[in-house]
């Protein structure tokens, strides 16, 4: 069975599973304070500029999101995103259930549009009833978004100063990260980007780790007794090892970033296997996830050698899908597809 | 470094890790829809006979606790539990976090007592004002307990017949539950441990993986939309696959099992090395904790060459501190503990 | 001063306050088990034709929907309102402070369409991601709505239909219910209306109470230990008997449509005014609101004299602006502000 | 039917009901924006010598608490109570509602003890383990305390040093505040008690008012955006202005004081009573409520003529009634009560 199915269809990188074993009997402490932890915080600071980034790490992008949300939130504040973002239509509630409102705008492309941001933020505090409504304390993106767009500098820009300007915070979704700093329609570096965050994850799920995420606070600006919120939201690992030693071998050399090109390449060949083989193409990307509109009966027949995902209902008898391309993606699978296309 | 600092301190199971890298490149759906946990299932219901049982696996133990006790309760319901009890103790409120209070009773060498949860019951429905009050819906204990002790049989039995009594569940923290029931203490066969719990989990984390904890509903009781609600508390791993592989390994010719039998051993062993050394003993039990009183001084000495953990202040120049054993540790380690006393 | 600012700017119907008097120093149980609750609900019953209603007293309408939505749903569910809704928009996120999202779907004129409604429902369903998604679980309207409309027997009855066959209930906040059955725009009897309704709420507040709403479940389906629920979200009022009065003396001899009737009427006469004074209508209803567009340096002038309320930003330069009757606005005061218009 | 239930079980003042009447129909703009919630406060400032006091008035007790909690405490932080307190007993788990813990620790006749409170966080931040705990964050304390009692100035103080030095905040819940200071066994001047509280409340609906409690923030602390905070809560009434004039008439001429001694006056005299009878008395307090132990079937035969409330059972046989007088007591109703022995 081939699979596009989505960036997290397999195990770890090598890499991962050989310091996984080469470890694996040496005695740390649990919950993060281990020398693992360490040594991977240490390269990640020096992966995205930030010497003075404080940085823990979580297990899964909706647990990363909500403890982040609801850590850096006060509790009459909600977090603003697109309607498309994770938050708002994917983490079955997970949000809310922490207390606070999804504020949600609309998405062009997958993000949000600065213009419209202010239009929102000046509208809420010209709003004579606005003690009656919820405050917006965070800004909430994806980079890359749930479509594989992609924010410029010059957007992301726009966003954080009107953070900056409306005191609140940016927080950056990186579940993909890795896939969005390589792509060749990025012209942002990890430190620029860093730089216009106030708090980022970067992703290890879908980047080739088994689980894990890495919440960094580029300008050390981490909540005080953090370690006891993680542990509130049940997000805490026991062995925060598996964590540490994942980033540790993610990001020594870069191998981080040197993974996430294989998804762009084989993305970028899906894209033509598409186009040659005369695909009704819903959305082409600059990132791993691409998108076809198949009519039903024909997506029924492909389901049953790949495998890939709904995205949405086209029409009556037609449906948006989704292929993944991932740092595991070979040649060979897409040769494959392109024979059963 | 030697450490007896918990049943957490080292990686996986080498099984754990050859079964990892065996299966690590096969495409597989995420969010536990794949192969390997639909085998470890399989094998959990055959290790407990109880052939109907709802399973899911989850990351660690407050997650656990957490989502079962949020998922099963009313919301005007609390959960019973022993002072000494993890979500009473050491979960930071991750309990009262859902929404829910937890009622404590007095811990017995870490246990409820049946006469005394009887007595409470009673005198919460015969005093006039209950409705005013939070209803005991659930009944949590740990097997073994937070102090390494056990439930007999009998004591089990009529705190899950109150339960049924009084239309409470009974819920069963197994995070160590392989060192409890190949105790040669327990009077408990696996099947009999299951048919008198209504939700219980196997503990992974402590017992030779890498992370995850198997819950189990022995009598098919899951609520519905269960993985919705495991969503909605963050607590959905995308890579499933991780928790299913490792719990397929750890059920495979009762591995899990197996492995419990060695921590046993080595408690065992180092129960007898105390004596020999005329510690001061707090607590000897018959799982894999066991606790000494340290001069303070003597503490921070041996802990220069052995980590264990602070359990608690016996008093003004002695701590108790607690010395563990696992699937992992060594009769070298023993030996060379014993040397340092 | 002259306000038409809302419909909670003056204390109590006279009646009520009478009965205040009447009955103050008369010992009654707390918690809403007094004589004054009793009647009351036998009088709403019998003013809804729903004899086996359930009915519970509180004290405000953002309390009453938090209460009613949180003790209704499952975790996993959101409850759908219009984006105009007041629990979407100007209950500072109380809803989500319970858990729970609002699933926003669009307004027209303040109400749900019904083919909307059913749309957004198979696609929810049709999606194969829907277990990752917040489950639709309730419906959630007002009437009449937060911009004075109605919904029309026909409206509400496809929604109440919508609702039955998605297994979600539906919950009408009647804020303004009076000024609703009684608007001759209405086409639903009390019974009618009640029949439809899975839960709603008979608004006290704006309609002649000095506080207080009464839920109504018309089929008898009120929650088990409702009252726990209603002390766990700190809405149990300690002289239950404040709400029991102020409603048995609502609901004797129909004052509570009696004294609606006065709003309709005089809002009638406000529309005539704004119409013979040529001004600026954003929308005129067929209830007690009514909104005005006014240029900027005019509405600060008329606030000199009249309070009335900020509804939005119309443009640069001017807002609109509602103007609320109630069941004591006087013809006095209509007169006085057509002399200032 | 006489009643000694408790201090909420008839209206209000008459000089309550008197200024609602004067006051009806004069328009004022809701939430609390009105002139007499203005006048209220100012008298309040005055009456406990506050002038820079922050107050805001809500409706009652619980909803007050779980305000004042969740407002003041970070997510990580519980609030220390004793575990007869009202938070930990009597709320229906409204304040884990809110995701807090209550950290109960031992009552003496009511009342937390400093030295025990002191051994608490001493052994807390010497737990290593601390940062899997809860941090206590707060120290609530009934004045009276539930079972009548009342702290004295030294106990107070030193209660209000220990936070000062833990970084606690000292909430007092003052539902029966006046009942408390007036008491000849208070050592403690209205000033001399607000200054030692960081938050605590006067309550309106035991002394005197139909429901209401303002709660007073001495030193000007209230947190930013209360106001929202309480809408978010379900807690912000509309119309505001019946807590206004409430306590508006309650703080004129210190009505609020006047009245409390009538309660304490009447207690003396049931006290008498009680010992006359050669009653078997449980408590005598120097406040409004007093506990006698009743045989069970006397107790019944009381009941049809007396309402009194249940405590807690005694023994098999026997109860313990709380018997409360109020504002409102009067010497006949005592001496029907004397006849009734």
Request: proline share 3%.
């Amino acid at each position: 069975m081939l699979s596009f199915e989505n960036d997290y269809n397999v195990g770890a990188h090598p890499r991962i599973l050989e310091r996984l074993m080469q470890t694996n009997l040496e005695p740390q402490s649990g919950y993060g304070a281990d020398r693992f932890c360490e040594s991977a915080k240490a390269r990640i600071r020096e992966a995205f500029s930030c010497p003075n980034a404080d940085i823990f790490f979580l297990t899964g992008g909706t647990q990363t999101n909500c403890v982040v949300i609801d850590a850096l939130l006060h509790s009459y504040e909600g977090v603003v995103a697109a309607a498309t973002g994770h938050i708002a239509l994917h983490e079955a509630g997970a949000v809310e259930y922490t207390g606070h409102k999804v504020l949600e705008l609309p998405a062009h492309d997958g993000k949000l549009d600065a213009d419209e941001l202010r239009a929102y933020l000046e509208a809420f505090y010209a709003d004579e009833n606005h003690d009656h409504m919820v405050f917006p304390g965070m800004v909430y993106l994806s980079y890359p978004t749930e479509l594989g767009t992609l924010y410029s500098k010059a957007e992301l820009t726009a966003i954080s100063q009107l953070c900056k300007e409306y005191h609140m915070q940016l927080f950056v979704d990186g579940a993909r990260l890795g896939y969005g700093l390589v792509s060749p329609a990025s012209d942002l570096t990890p430190a620029e980007f860093a730089a216009l965050c106030d708090v980022f994850y970067v992703g290890g799920t879908k980047v080739g780790a088994l689980c894990g995420e890495a919440v960094v606070f580029p300008h050390g600006t981490m909540p005080k007794h953090f370690l006891t919120i993680v542990k509130q939201h049940s997000a805490l690992m026991a062995k925060g090892r598996l964590l540490g030693v994942q980033f540790d071998a993610l990001f020594e050399d870069r191998l981080y970033f040197e993974i996430s090109r294989n998804a762009i390449r084989m993305a970028e060949t899906l894209k033509a296997v598409f186009r040659e083989k005369k695909c009704s193409i819903w959305r082409e990307t600059p990132t791993n996830q691409q998108f076809l509109v198949l009519e039903d009966t024909e997506m029924k027949r492909l389901r049953e050698n790949v495998a890939f995902s709904f995205w949405e209902k086209y029409d009556e008898t037609h449906t948006v899908c989704r292929f993944v391309t991932s740092w595991a993606t070979t040649q060979e699978s897409i040769n494959a597809l392109r024979d059963l296309l």
